[in-house]
């Protein structure tokens, strides 16, 4: 069988942390459905970059993952409280899946109750509600990669391909993209 991910695409996202991870996890061979999380597949960034997603959220929200990839940006804001994003989050955290956060996107772990007693990142930006971030750029916790934003977009993407195919793959994409600062380390 192989590995699906889901990347929630939402408007005011920040573009380089939805498009890494999409394409590194593609290079790995893992299915990435891209899926807007309104009701128009058309999604536009921080930046105005739009692109189409593949699917809605609707149509996919009760299907099997081995990730979800949720990118910051100011887009978070629109998404906290919405019960259908969390609900998500913490089905495919209850089912022991991996979940990825970067940027501004933890607040939805913390909005999901997820944060409890886990180590993770943030972007500076969330200190106020996410005091206990970490100054690193891209920390594991189980089955919880979070990231400090745009800037370590291709470190938390090769910290979600290796979590989910290996170190050998993730160094493999990481010297085909010309990627050398060391792979994070469990």
Known sequence: MNLRALVLLHPGLEEMEAVAPIDLLSRAGVEVVQAS???DRQVTGRSGISWQATHLLTD???QSFAATILPGGPGIQQLRGRA????CLQTHHQAGRLLACICAAPL???DAGLLDGLRYTAHPATADELSQAEAAHVVVDRR????QGAGTA???SLAIVEALCGQAQATEIAQAIGYSPQLHQQ
């Open 60 to 62: 996919v929200i009760g």
């Open 108 to 110: 939805i772990l913390l």
């Open 144 to 147: 919880i990669i979070t990231s």
């Open 84 to 87: 259908d994003i969390i609900q």
């Open 154 to 156: 291709t470190e938390f």
């Open 37 to 39: 999380t309104q009701s």
